[in-house]
Structures are given as C-alpha cells and as structure tokens.
C-alpha cells in the first residue's frame, strides 16, 4: 500500500519552514520505513508579507486559514502556527470535518484539550500532539500508550529549555541572572521578551498535559500554580551546592493523598538525582510508578528540527490509522479526579533569611515556624559584619502554613530581609 | 465503547504472573483510562505440574498450546513463554487466524521477526514487542513510531542489567569479575547459569532488534556480533577510570559508510557520557540522528513488574486498534540494506600488554600496529620490577586490521602477554 496523503498546514514559521523542507527532502526515506508520501497541498499563514521566502508553489499559500482546512485535497492538518487563536477554532473545525490533526500547540492543548478531544473522538479521527512537550522527547506517545497500565506517582519534568540553560549557566558559570538571561538571549535560547519561560507560564502549560495523561484527569492550565526563576540568585545557587542540591526549575505532577497535584516553581533537587544533571537547554522528564520504579527521557526540548520530526512521527501515525479507514478509539480516557490547591500541597521549604545578627533571633524564628505548624528540619547561619545569612530548611508542611510562617518572621524585628524561599524535592513519596 | 478483551495467556511464569495479577487489581484503573477490560480466557503453560500456584479458574490452564491460540473467546494472544520453540509457531497461528499478538520475546523476535511481521502485515492485526527490549522502558514504540521520519545515525544501548549490574561493582567496589558475579547471583540479577547474559549473547538479540528499527533494514542475531565482559578485570576499570572512561557492555546500532553495523562488546565511554551514569542494573538506549541530536532513555530493563507493564500497554494499544475494525497497516517496513561485517568496521582499540621492561620494546609493538595500518594515539606504561603494563589507544582501524596487528604484537618476543583488548567508543561520527 503506497499513499499519497494531502497536507493542509496551518503557520509556516521555525518549525513549518522545517517540516516542509524535511517532507521534501526525507521523502524517499520516509516512504521506504513506512510506505507513505506526503504531499503538502495547502499552507496557510495569518500574515502573507510577512512570510519567509520558501518556495511554495504559487497557489500553494494563503491567508485564507480556512481554506486551508476545508481544501478537500487536504487529508491531514499540521497546526504549527501557535498560539490559542485562531488555532482552536481551526482544528475544531478540521475534528469535526473528520481529518486528523497534528498540533504542536502546548498553550492551545492546556486550554482547549478536552473539547479539541472530545471532538476527535467524535468524529473517529486522531488528534495527536507529542511535540506540544518535550519537544523532539518521545513523552506523549510513552505516558499515553506504552504506559497506560501504570499507576503513575509522579512525573518530573524539566520542560524548558531557557529556564534550564540560565540556571546551568549561574550554577556553572556563577553569573547572576541578569547576565544569565543576556546571553541565553545572544544565543537565541530567550526571546527578546522572556517573560513567559521565565514565569514559568510555559513549563505550566507542559505540566497541565503531563498530570493529564499521568493521571488520566483531565487538568487545565489554570489548575496549575506556576513561580518563575527571576528571583533566584547566584547566593542561593551557592548555598544549594553546599547542602548537596542544584536548582532546577521543575513541573511537578503527583499524585497526593487528597488527589493530583500539578505544579510549576524552582527546585532543589539532590545533586545525585537523574535530573540534576541535566544541563543548558535540554530537557527531561522523570517518571515514577510502583512497577516501572523510574524512567528517564532526556532530549532537546526546542528548535525547529527537533520538533519537526515529532511533529513528523505523529503524521505517519495519523497517517497509518486513517488510511485503515477505521474509526479510531481516542488514546486515553479522562475521569473526573480531585486537584489539590496548592496552598494544601506539603512541600519542604529553604528560606534564606537576612537578620541582625544578635542574641535571640534563632528563638524567635524557631517560634515563627513553630506556631505555623511547620518543623525545622536544619538551620545554617553564616556571618557577616553585623548582618548574617540565616538559612531554615523544613520539614514537609502545606504550602499554607508555610507561607504562615513566613508572615510571621517578616513581622521579626531582627529579619531585615527575606532573601528567598526555593522548594526543596524530596525522594518520591 | 466499553468492550471485554479476550484475552489468551502463553507463558505463566513471573512476567505472565505478574501482568494476570495486575488485570484483575488493576481491572477498574485500566477501565477507567483507556475504555477497556481484559478478560483471561485461556492460559497455556508447558508443563502443568511445574506450574507455580495461581489461583486460576478451572478449565482455564492448559498444556494443550494451540487451545489457547485457537480457542474463539481469545481475541488476543499474549506470549511471555520465551523461547523459540513452541512460542515462535504458536504467534503464527495466532497471527494467521487474524489474531494480535503481544510478545516479550527477544530471542524469537530476533530470530524470525520478518516472518512474524509479514504473518501480522497480511492478517491486518497488530503484533507487538514493546517489552522484547529495554524491559519496562518505552523504546520500541518511540523508535518504530515517534522517530519513523529520523534519519538515525546510532542507537548505543545498555540493554543488558546483569551485565551493568557487575561492571558497576566491578567499577565501584574494585570487586574482581567471579566475585561481583556471585554477588549478581546471589541478589537474583544473574542466573545459575549466567552464560546468556555474560556472553552478550542476550544484548545481541536486543541490538538486532534495536537496529532494525533505527535503521528500517531488518538485521538478525546472526547478524550482530557478540563479546562478553568474561575477560574484563579490575586492572582495566582502573586504567579506564585513570584515562577518564568507564567500561559497559555496549550494544551499537551504527549506520558507517559501507551500510550498517550492529555488534555488542565491553566498550570504553567517556566519563561524561550520558550512559557513563547508568549504574547497577538500569537499561538506557541513547539515540543519536540529526535533526534529535541525542535521546536518553533510562529505567529498569528487567523485572516482573516493569516487563508486565509494557506487555499492558501493547495489549491496550492493540485491543484500541483491534476494536476499530480495520485492517491496520504495519507500523514499520524494512527495506534491503548492506549489513557490514565487523571485521570491517572501524573501532578505536585499548589494548593491555604485559612486556619485558627492556629497551626497544616499545618500538617493536609501535611497528607492530604500523605494519598492519594501525596508528597509534597514545601509549602509558606503568612499571612494575621487571615486568610492565603497556597500554595502546589507537585511532579508529578496521577490525580486520587490529587484529592483524594484535597477532604480530603476539609474536614478540618481549611481549609476554596480552592482557586485555577492549574497544573505544568515541563521539558520533
């Protein structure tokens, strides 16, 4: 069975421009492993002047996006464009049309993936994103299928690229942030306006669809509590290597007493972890179960020929179940589950404190901790003239009552300074 | 669509064991993520007085195997018997009569896969192995599937726990080979009779089948060239570590100029190479191509619990495809290639001589390796009273070469023994 399959592709930008170089240019190898050729029939992007130069055939391109979905010659989309509109509303209509769909679209899945679903599922279609996290990481395929038998515990996930390189570079290098995030932007790692990597934001949105298919409960991007790296300081870092641990900025999804928890903020990992050395802009995800112990992937997380070829992985799948002319089942089900705020989620806390060093002020903050109900599990202090970093690492205690406590020392007439508080990650629970 | 899997058991040992015990406690768990439920229908085992007790239904456990493949309630066929006979003839029944097949077995895939992969192709029916290779981690799935539009260059794979297990202790404890394969022994990592793992005989299979869907060409265990670390000794981790390397057991899937090689031998790789830091019995596979760069897989290769968890994802995966009543197209094809025999390939050589310390001997080994177009890279010697050790790291040479090389080195007079030969593994080609 050799099948040619119409393309219709939705954003011509890094990782459209690749795809369509690599269909061209791979098409031999590609059909010899699978028996297919794709044939790029429409492209449609939001701004014609503004496209880059590539060599489409006259005709081939519009900004008519529409048209690129309903082109009766188009079997199969590629949504690559980005971006929540109007990238939804498009595949909702190619679902519901009854052609499968490709999307590399975190942001869009975290917000619309029960209803884009939903609507696949409808009309028997796939609706496949494995480049939406990890980029050219095979994750999506491995959580989703290969390990649906699995009561995941948790999955760990360093799921951007510019958090991953800046913290490597003040860990390694000892820059501060500042200088960090210059050069990750030199070196095309940042964009001009870094805001959402180093928010945090994007790792959220990996993390939304990560406890979504670990956990099999459906969690939107709203369900996940993000902190970003900005005010992480190279002190910090130094103090971390001291105790044994680098800082990472981790999703954490897991499953907790009272449900799933799903998470975005820096950590302090134990140097001897998998993900602790993991380092510049690749990612990995770290996934725990009671019968798979752990697994680690590891990859590039980004960049338009990484992504291009997951992207190009979930063509040839799509591919091969819709020319079965089959009505495919969707690959996993969701069930209504529990999601923890995280105000009641126990983490272990580091707080490094700047204070008057006098008589009387370890009391006093062992005090603040204690009437919160949070445990000191250590205390570090190291001296200056008359001020002193004083470090307090705790015992695991709901994020409420950390916070609590951290109130009340602020009130702590000797504590001129919170400097930071980082989560500390502890073994699996 | 909820709908019952009939489901027909080969093999109740520990895998089959294990994954019966999960189909019934984890019955409501699967249902409720994928839509399905299994049903046991059938168990078939070679002897029923060894059989361990499992509390089976009457009537359910056979030793008549072609009952369980034939039997009309079996939908699918699970086989975790291993072996070639009877596992390789009963899957192609099963496959003939328009059956999926699931299968953990290295040995049988690598032995007759093209055949089996035909029977599955011309039945439409899926037959699956993701547990064949790398236990519970997902790697055939990623290989075959996520990565079908990659142009591989090199799968390197730890794929064999024993093996790591020993080499580990041997590296970490300065344990001598008999002594950490006791301990291996003894903590249930190697068998009575460990020849199939130490051999490399096992990592063969695994390669074979690793190479076959990087490289799209089918490659046999006969096919794949095989040493064992039976010769490796403490001496030599030591000398590795001083040059900044550590010893494993490599399987290396590789696409060289002449068309493609897979072998498995001890292997030197660098410190700080991500498969330097698989310790103990964990499995990893790092994929290298061009648009991935490089792909770390990671976690436990063997097991019970693990294997059974990756034999249930295959049998969800198969059952969704199953259920939507098509006629599924492979997932892989294989094209004819040129397998390159190893004593072509080229490898980089350590080698260990124990040498009169006399003068002249070096230049005598030096023409040694010359003479046969081998160049050196460095030379160490390390003195003892009358007796050195001179060690060899040559540049890259056909096999054939070094050999040549080796058997001159073997005619000199001063060289009184050669103590160890153990292969390089520098960076991607």
């Not at 464009?81 to 975290?110: H, Q």
């Not at 903020?265 to 998998?274: F, K, R, V, Y």
Request: proline letters at 5%; charged letters at 20%.
């Amino acid at each position: 069975m050799e099948r040619s399959i119409g393309i219709g592709l939705l954003g011509a930008g890094t990782v459209g421009g690749t795809l369509v170089s690599r269909l061209i240019g791979d098409a031999e190898a590609i059909s010899s492993k699978t028996g297919l050729t794709f044939d790029v029939r429409r492209v449609g992007v939001q701004n014609l002047e503004k496209q880059r130069p590539f060599s489409f055939t006259p005709g081939l391109l519009t900004d008519q996006l529409e048209e690129v979905v309903d082109d009766p010659s188009v079997d199969l989309v590629v949504e690559v464009m980005g971006g929540l509109d109007p990238a939804g509303d498009l595949i909702l209509r190619a679902l519901e049309a009854g052609k499968p769909v490709i999307s590399a679209n975190k942001e869009l899945i975290a917000a619309r993936g029960p209803e884009l679903i939903a609507a696949a599922e409808k009309s028997g279609v796939p609706f496949l994103f494995e480049a939406a996290v990890g980029g050219g990481i095979p994750i999506i395929r491995p959580l989703s299928e290969t390990l649906a038998g699995e009561k995941i515990d948790r999955v760990l996930g360093i799921v951007n690229g510019t958090t991953n390189f800046i913290l490597t570079q003040m860990s390694e290098q000892g820059a501060a942030y500042d200088v960090a995030l210059k050069e990750a932007q030199t070196l095309g790692y940042a964009e001009p306006d870094p805001t959402a990597d180093v928010s945090g934001a994007d790792a959220a949105a990996k993390a939304a669809i990560l406890a979504s298919l670990a956990f099999g409960t459906w969690v939107g991007i709203g369900d996940v509590y993000h902190e970003g790296i900005e005010a992480i300081t190279a002190v910090d870092i130094g103090f971390a290597e001291d105790f044994g641990y680098v800082v990472k900025l981790i999703g954490v999804c897991e499953r907790v007493e009272a449900g799933i928890s799903a998470r975005v903020h820096p950590a302090m990992i134990p140097l001897d972890h998998p993900l602790a050395g993991i380092r510049g802009a690749t990612n990995a995800i770290f996934i725990e179960g009671p019968t798979i112990e752990s697994l680690l992937f590891a990859g590039p997380g980004a960049g338009g020929d990484p992504t291009a070829t997951a992207v190009l992985g979930d063509m040839i799948d799509a591919a091969r179940e819709t020319l079965a002319g089959a009505q495919v089942a969707p690959r996993i089900r969701f069930s209504p589950g529990e999601l923890v705020a995280f105000e009641d989620v126990s983490t272990e806390w580091y707080v490094r404190l700047i204070v008057d060093d006098k008589p009387g002020v370890l009391a006093k903050i062992a005090s603040g901790f204690g009437d919160a109900g949070v445990s000191i599990r250590s205390v570090w202090q190291e001296g200056g003239e008359t001020k002193a970093d004083l470090i307090v690492v705790t015992y695991p205690a709901p994020e409420r009552a950390q916070r609590e406590a951290l109130r009340s020392l602020s009130t702590i007439d000797e504590v001129t300074d919170i400097g930071s508080v980082i989560r500390v990650l502890g073994p699996s629970r």
